[in-house]
């Protein structure tokens, strides 16, 4: 028959009430002995509590946000034959007597000499050499008593060395990636008021047994618990808070700021979080920098595509470079929706073949785009809200009309702006149209040529299609997606005749214009385009 085993939280040295900021074990888990069942933190450490047996977990007593104390029962199991930890007792597992308190960083006592202090790495229990992962304070700092001076990592925890006194940071003896041992010195203070917190009676610098650790009555029952490793974590974006690989004291800073550890990318040894860490990303998320912060989208897997076949690998251009996280952002934060028509611009193709010859001789090529910038104007100002964008609870409406226009170009994709387009005659438009496309695939535009514009239209009429999605060019809230003319026969209510359709794809940001205006937007352009007397208006 199975045993029972309690596995209980072990002696905590001076700390009593400890958060349990992560339940890693549920009722049915198997587990060995050393299985990490809980995360504790206090002020000054973050440690598992291990298993002292292996078998199944039958109850979990602890929950996570709950409190315990050394004794504090943590799980039940069913114990596998043989295989509790010598030593224990059946039913209750012996805590490890000043194990998990070693890892609580003590706070060492100091030593003191005439107005300065030396502040010693605590008794580290088993611990030796052990790595320095940040140092928290230079020289002239001021600090208080319990400021974190030094963040050190054994492989099983992670822990801050807090000042034993208040006072101004003299020298640093310590350095990021060395190794320190109890007794080593942390860093010395000058301008001490008086005697240090638990200091040594003597000037002596050795570190006199850890106030925090426990008083140890009996050595230790079994190795220290071991703190889950820090190799062994999850990576980083996939952790909750509980489980990101931070010390205490950056989990502090994280818990004040609201900063949710799971989503910061840590830049330290094995992803470890830093104080900087948290810092750039509450910045990042200031500045409305999500990408910054670390995706928060599923992530799309990345493949090894040369196990299927020969592959070869181009770096982007910098205008890809440059696009694509602004497409991606238009994508991922706007509500497109997308409105689709045709035009019948039978009319407007008979008027621009009669301009053809005066076109020429002004110097300028009429395609249908020229139309279609002149008309798009028009329904702007019938519907202004086309030439708006969102900024918080606000809508700004534009009074201008600077109309960006997608440019295929050897290079990747630009959108020059045609400035004050309502101030252009068709001519003027299609000089614009002109100069700014062969200047785009030249690269010789300049940067304020492709800024400032209020609504965009991606031709893809020279190229083909029916219909596509165009991406939102935000902050503007919407965009014309132009498809190749086709002839189709259209039914005037007495007979079908042949018209030249015009497909237009209207795609809009739906959090400030809604179907109904979608489609109303579409329909006048359409007669605009079909009626195209008011677009000719101004030429000679
Ligand atoms: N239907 C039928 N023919 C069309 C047409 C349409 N909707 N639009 C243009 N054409 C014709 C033009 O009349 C011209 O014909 P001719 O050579 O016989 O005179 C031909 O197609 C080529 O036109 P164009 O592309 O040189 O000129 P444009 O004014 O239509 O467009 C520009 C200019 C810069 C917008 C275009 O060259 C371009 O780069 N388009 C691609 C835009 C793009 O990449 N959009 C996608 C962005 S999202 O990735």
Same mark, same amino acid.
């Given at each position: 028959?199975?045993?029972?085993?309690?596995?209980?939280?072990?002696?905590?040295?001076?700390?009593?009430?400890?958060?349990?900021?992560?339940?890693?074990?549920?009722?049915?888990?198997?587990?060995?002995?050393? /299985?990490?069942?809980?995360?504790?933190?206090?002020?000054?450490?973050?440690?598992?509590?291990?298993? /002292?047996?292996?078998?199944?977990?039958?109850?979990?007593?602890?929950?996570?946000?709950?409190?315990?104390?050394?004794?504090?029962?943590?799980? /039940?199991?069913?114990?596998?034959?043989?295989?509790?930890?010598?030593?224990?007792?059946?039913?209750?597992?012996?805590?490890?007597?000043?194990?998990?308190?070693?890892?609580?960083?003590?706070?060492?006592?100091?030593?003191?000499?005439?107005?300065?202090?030396?502040?010693?790495?605590?008794?580290? &229990?088993?611990?030796?050499?052990?790595?320095?992962?940040?140092?928290?304070?230079?020289?002239?700092?001021?600090?208080?008593?319990?400021?974190?001076?030094?963040?050190?990592?054994?492989?099983?925890?992670?822990?801050?060395?807090?000042?034993?006194?208040? &006072?101004?940071?003299?020298?640093?003896?310590?350095?990021?990636?060395?190794?320190?041992?109890?007794?080593?010195?942390?860093?010395?203070?000058? &301008?001490?008021?008086?005697?240090?917190?638990?200091?040594?009676?003597?000037?002596? %610098?050795?570190?006199?047994?850890?106030?925090?650790?426990?008083? $140890?009555?009996?050595?230790?029952?079994?190795?220290?618990?071991?703190?889950?490793?820090?190799?062994?974590?999850?990576?980083?974006?996939?952790?909750?808070?509980?489980?990101?690989?931070?010390?205490?004291?950056?989990?502090?800073?994280?818990?004040?700021?609201?900063?949710?550890?799971?989503?910061?990318?840590?830049?330290?040894?094995?992803?470890?979080?830093?104080?900087?860490?948290?810092?750039?990303?509450?910045?990042?998320?200031?500045?409305?920098?999500?990408?910054?912060?670390?995706?928060?989208?599923?992530?799309?897997?990345?493949?090894?595509?040369?196990?299927?076949?020969?592959?070869?690998?181009?770096?982007?251009?910098?205008?890809?470079?440059?696009?694509?996280?602004?497409?991606?952002?238009?994508?991922?934060?706007?509500?497109?929706?997308?409105?689709?028509?045709?035009?019948?611009?039978?009319?407007?193709?008979?008027?621009?073949?009669?301009?053809?010859?005066?076109?020429?001789?002004?110097?300028?090529?009429?395609?249908?785009?020229?139309?279609?910038? $002149?008309?798009?104007?028009?329904?702007?100002?019938?519907?202004?809200?086309?030439?708006?964008?969102?900024?918080?609870?606000?809508?700004?409406?534009?009074?201008?009309?600077?109309? &960006?226009?997608?440019?295929?170009?050897?290079?990747?994709?630009?959108?020059?702006?045609? $400035?004050?387009?309502?101030?252009?005659?068709?001519?003027?438009?299609?000089?614009?149209?002109?100069?700014?496309?062969? $200047?785009?695939?030249?690269?010789?535009?300049?940067?304020?040529?492709?800024?400032?514009?209020?609504?965009?239209? %991606? %031709?893809?009429?020279?190229?083909?299609?029916?219909?596509?999605?165009?991406?939102?060019?935000?902050?503007?809230?919407?965009?014309?997606?132009?498809?190749?003319?086709?002839?189709?026969?259209?039914?005037?209510?007495?007979?079908?005749?042949?018209?030249?359709?015009?497909?237009?794809?209207?795609?809009?940001?739906?959090?400030?214009?809604?179907?109904?205006?979608?489609?109303?937007?579409?329909?006048?352009?359409?007669?605009?385009?079909?009626?195209?007397?008011?677009?000719?208006?101004?030429?000679?």
């Amino acid at each position: 028959m199975s045993q029972t085993i309690e596995v209980r939280v072990p002696d905590l040295g001076n700390f009593t009430e400890v958060g349990v900021i992560d339940v890693l074990v549920k009722a049915g888990d198997t587990v060995a002995i050393d /299985t990490p069942l809980i995360t504790l933190e206090t002020e000054k450490a973050t440690m598992d509590v291990p298993s /002292t047996a292996a078998g199944v977990i039958a109850k979990v007593h602890v929950q996570k946000g709950g409190k315990v104390s050394a004794g504090s029962l943590v799980v /039940t199991l069913l114990a596998a034959k043989g295989t509790a930890t010598p030593g224990a007792s059946p039913a209750i597992a012996p805590a490890s007597a000043g194990t998990a308190a070693a890892a609580a960083a003590a706070v060492a006592p100091a030593a003191v000499t005439p107005r300065s202090v030396d502040v010693l790495v605590p008794d580290m &229990g088993n611990f030796t050499e052990v790595g320095v992962i940040d140092v928290l304070v230079k020289v002239g700092d001021k600090v208080e008593v319990d400021t974190p001076l030094a963040t050190l990592e054994t492989e099983k925890a992670t822990m801050d060395v807090p000042s034993t006194a208040a &006072g101004t940071v003299e020298a640093v003896h310590v350095q990021k990636g060395g190794k320190v041992s109890a007794g080593s010195r942390v860093v010395t203070l000058s &301008g001490v008021a008086g005697p240090a917190q638990a200091a040594a009676p003597s000037t002596s %610098s050795v570190a006199a047994p850890a106030t925090a650790a426990a008083p $140890r009555a009996a050595p230790p029952a079994a190795p220290p618990p071991p703190a889950r490793a820090a190799a062994t974590l999850p990576p980083v974006n996939e952790t909750g808070f509980g489980t990101a690989h931070a010390g205490p004291s950056v989990r502090k800073l994280a818990r004040e700021l609201g900063v949710d550890l799971g989503r910061v990318k840590g830049s330290g040894q094995r992803g470890r979080i830093t104080h900087e860490d948290v810092k750039a990303w509450v910045k990042a998320m200031l500045s409305g920098g999500l990408q910054a912060a670390g995706p928060a989208l599923p992530q799309v897997p990345r493949v090894d595509f040369a196990k299927f076949g020969p592959v070869e690998v181009r770096p982007l251009g910098r205008i890809q470079k440059i696009s694509g996280p602004r497409l991606h952002a238009a994508w991922v934060n706007v509500p497109h929706v997308t409105q689709y028509d045709e035009a019948d611009i039978t009319a407007l193709e008979a008027e621009r073949a009669k301009l053809k010859d005066k076109a020429a001789a002004a110097g300028v090529k009429i395609t249908p785009l020229a139309f279609i910038v $002149r008309a798009c104007v028009l329904a702007l100002k019938e519907y202004p809200v086309f030439n708006a964008s969102l900024d918080g609870e606000n809508m700004v409406l534009k009074k201008y009309f600077h109309v &960006g226009f997608a440019a295929d170009t050897p290079n990747g994709l630009l959108v020059p702006v045609i $400035r004050n387009a309502d101030q252009l005659d068709l001519f003027g438009i299609a000089h614009a149209l002109g100069d700014l496309s062969e $200047r785009a695939r030249k690269g010789t535009l300049k940067g304020g040529e492709m800024q400032g514009g209020s609504f965009t239209i %991606s %031709s893809l009429g020279g190229i083909g299609g029916t219909a596509f999605t165009p991406i939102i060019n935000a902050p503007e809230v919407a965009i014309l997606g132009v498809s190749r003319t086709q002839v189709k026969p259209v039914w005037d209510g007495q007979e079908f005749k042949a018209r030249q359709m015009l497909p237009l794809s209207l795609s809009y940001d739906h959090r400030l214009i809604d179907g109904a205006m979608g489609a109303r937007f579409a329909v006048y352009l359409s007669k605009v385009l079909a009626d195209p007397d008011a677009l000719l208006a101004g030429l000679p």
